[in-house]
């Protein structure tokens, strides 16, 4: 092809691209392994250690961050995504007033830089004399999420054929029975999908939380506290698993849907 | 992904019948009404908070309400630097993220079309450093750059890096670590666009016997524009606001700091909360026209 830019440029810078996009995460995982003190930043041999016996630092400091950061993703997980399918199928769905305003309040809060978000939130706290805590941070972090759910919930909603509904319908299903029985079963890949991106956001944000977590640490705010004094080899255990198990569930994810379109053509 | 929802152009026909109004409020009601409270009234909040003036024979951090216009006057006076050091880190960073993902992007969309495992595989490497932690992956870096570090000694050692010169604590370090963090969010949109730009555009205006450059600079980028207005946005608005990378203990050093910085010192540790408060609505404002310019072009039922 005359359009290509070269035969072998662009595939090996693609492939150097890659690689460094994996360097930092290649050095995290590596220095898990680090037989190290109490900062992670020479290389003093290799140790299962860490992975053995991630909560024995600090009497579990780091265990008890990830905790937090697990329960708060949790929570703000279910929330946003509950509240943001059904803003979802309100948008593709249905005709309303206002659709504009609503269109700009949905895309404003991805819009807004996260510090602005975490600072207003605060202020917002202060003027009404809430203390901070685990809930505040729940509530900032089903906030940030609501919008990201409604955008991949969307385009499910969108994309479903109408006549599988109609046909509900004509065997003279209630509007509640199509909708439990048949739009929402065929809404769950878009679910689960935002529901994976929310916990995702939720359990890596850090500008947000530090500005609406008071004492409380999670497992973002553990590392940019200890940053001063180094991060013990722990933390990088820690995020080695979330990445593995993450790495897992996505690529799980692909294969299967590969495996089923796949299925689906060669039925025809 | 989210992100590559942004890219979308093309209106959607009207799909399904919209029926009845009354559930759609229903629907609304929840996530709208969390919005307003969560999203929308801090916002209100931080404004008002920005005309307050200290409290008389207060203590640190007590402050009335006022309409102190000097708040802003102030902030600008004495932070200017970071305010303009921001928006020019993040612009560095936009660009270099643009030229680092269009090939790419261009790879994994177009030339790896035939292949679609290689094509989803591609994928998951681009979003992989979203599973591993922000804060890690951005020390990692320090780390890789700091003065002992293989890059450094290499550098020092072909001349391009003064023997005495480090590169972590420098607006250098900074912008690096801008770009690799929000790549992704380039590379994402771009990804979604080229995915589906039709290749015989391309054909026709080789056959009309155009230069491959003048193939790409006129049919390939234009064709291409949603992702990159998307993906510029993506990336610029996290890196004006961000202050991980710029903090001194990550990336940043004293003459780095960035605006997110400082308004993080004056909420958190100084107290100073107008100040913090006038500081995040200049941030906003300027993002918010960015973001106009955006919507006018584009239109709001495009946004999400």
Redesign the interface.
Same mark, same amino acid.
């Given at each position: 092809m005359?359009?290509?830019?070269g035969r072998w440029l662009?595939?090996v810078? %693609?492939a150097l691209?890659?690689l460094f996009?994996?360097?930092?995460?290649a050095?995290?995982f590596v220095?898990s392994f680090n037989d190290s003190l109490k900062s992670n930043?020479t290389w003093r041999g290799f140790t299962f250690d860490k992975w053995l016996n991630v909560c024995a630092v600090q009497n579990g400091a780091v265990c008890e961050a990830f905790g937090n950061s697990l329960v708060i993703g949790s929570v703000a997980t279910v929330l946003a995504t509950?509240?943001?399918t #059904?803003?979802a199928?309100? =948008?593709? &769905?249905?005709?309303? &007033?206002f659709?504009?305003a609503?269109?700009?309040?949905?895309?404003?809060?991805m819009?807004?830089?996260? @510090?602005?978000?975490g600072?207003?939130?605060?202020?917002?706290f202060?003027?009404l004399g809430v203390a901070k805590d685990m809930t505040t941070i729940i509530?900032?972090h089903?906030?940030f999420c609501?919008?990201?759910v409604?955008?991949?919930v969307?385009?499910r909603v969108?994309s479903?054929d109408?006549a599988l509904?109609e046909a509900g319908r004509d065997l003279y299903g209630s509007s509640t029975q199509v909708f439990l029985r048949v739009t929402l079963p065929l809404l769950v890949p878009g679910i689960l999908a935002a529901a994976l991106?929310s916990f995702?956001l939720s359990f890596?944000d *850090?500008?947000i939380t $530090?500005?609406n977590s008071g004492a409380v640490t999670t497992?973002?705010k553990y590392?940019?506290i200890s940053?001063?004094r180094g991060?013990p080899a722990e933390? $990088?255990v820690i995020?080695?698993a979330?990445?593995i198990f993450?790495?897992v569930v996505?690529?799980t994810a692909?294969v299967s849907s590969?495996a089923r379109a796949k299925r689906l053509a060669r039925q025809g | 992904?989210?992100f590559a929802?942004f890219a979308t152009t093309t209106a959607?026909a009207d799909?399904?019948?919209? &029926?009845? %109004?009354r559930?759609?409020?229903l629907?609304?009601l929840?996530?709208?009404l969390?919005?307003?409270l969560?999203?929308?009234?801090?916002?209100v %909040?931080?404004l008002?908070?920005s005309f307050q003036a200290p409290a008389e024979f207060g203590d640190i951090g007590q402050y009335t309400y006022a309409f102190n216009w000097q708040n802003y006057v102030d902030v600008v006076t004495d932070y200017w630097p970071h305010i303009v050091r921001s928006f020019a880190f993040a612009l560095a960073a936009t660009v270099l993220a643009l030229l680092?993902s269009y090939?790419?992007a261009?790879?994994?969309g177009v030339?790896a079309r035939r292949w679609? +495992?290689l094509q989803?595989l #591609?994928l998951?490497? @681009?979003?992989?450093?979203?599973? =591993?932690? *922000?804060?890690?992956?951005?020390?990692?870096?320090k780390? +890789?750059l700091s003065d002992e570090s293989f890059v450094v000694t290499s550098l020092k050692a072909v001349s391009l890096l003064a023997p005495d010169a480090h590169l972590t604590g420098t607006p250098i370090a900074v912008i690096f670590g801008l770009t690799?963090n929000f790549?992704?969010f380039m590379t994402l949109p771009l990804y979604t666009t080229l995915e589906r730009l039709d +290749?015989r555009y391309?054909?026709a205006a080789?056959d009309l016997y155009a230069h491959?450059f003048e193939? *790409?600079r006129k049919v390939t980028i234009p064709l291409s524009m949603p992702g990159i207005v998307a993906g510029t946005?993506l990336t610029f608005?996290?890196a004006?606001?961000?202050?991980?990378n710029a %903090?001194r203990?990550?990336l940043g050093g004293p003459d780095s700091q960035m605006?997110?910085n400082v308004?993080?010192a004056n909420?958190?540790v100084l107290l100073n909360?107008p100040a913090?408060?006038a500081l995040?609505i200049i941030?906003?404002s300027v =993002? +918010?026209v960015i973001?106009g310019i955006y @919507?006018k072009r584009a239109g709001?039922?495009e946004?999400?």
């Open positions: 005359k359009i290509s830019l662009l595939p810078y %693609s691209a890659l996009l994996m360097v930092p995460i050095y995290t220095f930043i509950v509240m943001g #059904m803003i199928i309100a =948008i593709v &769905r249905y005709r309303f &007033r659709r504009s609503t269109s700009l309040l949905l895309f404003l809060p819009a807004t830089p996260e @510090v602005v978000l600072a207003g939130l605060a202020a917002q202060l003027s509530l900032a089903t906030m609501i919008s990201f409604v955008v991949t969307k385009a969108a479903l109408p509904e991106l995702a890596d *850090f500008i $530090n500005f497992f973002p590392i940019y940053a001063a991060i933390a $990088n995020a080695s979330v990445f993450a790495l996505v690529v692909q590969a | 992904m989210a929802a959607q799909p399904a019948p919209r &029926r009845r %109004s559930v759609a409020i629907l609304l929840p996530g709208i969390y919005l307003v969560f999203f929308l009234t801090p916002l %909040s931080l008002i908070t680092f090939p790419l261009y790879f994994i030339t679609p +495992l989803s #591609m998951v490497l @681009v979003i992989a450093p979203f599973f =591993i932690s *922000f804060l890690l992956r951005t020390l990692a870096w780390q +890789l690799y790549i992704p +290749l391309l054909e080789s491959p193939v *790409f946005l608005i996290p004006a606001g961000d202050y991980v %903090s203990d990550f605006i997110g308004i993080e909420f958190l909360y913090a408060a995040s941030l906003m =993002i +918010l973001v @919507v709001t039922e946004l999400l």
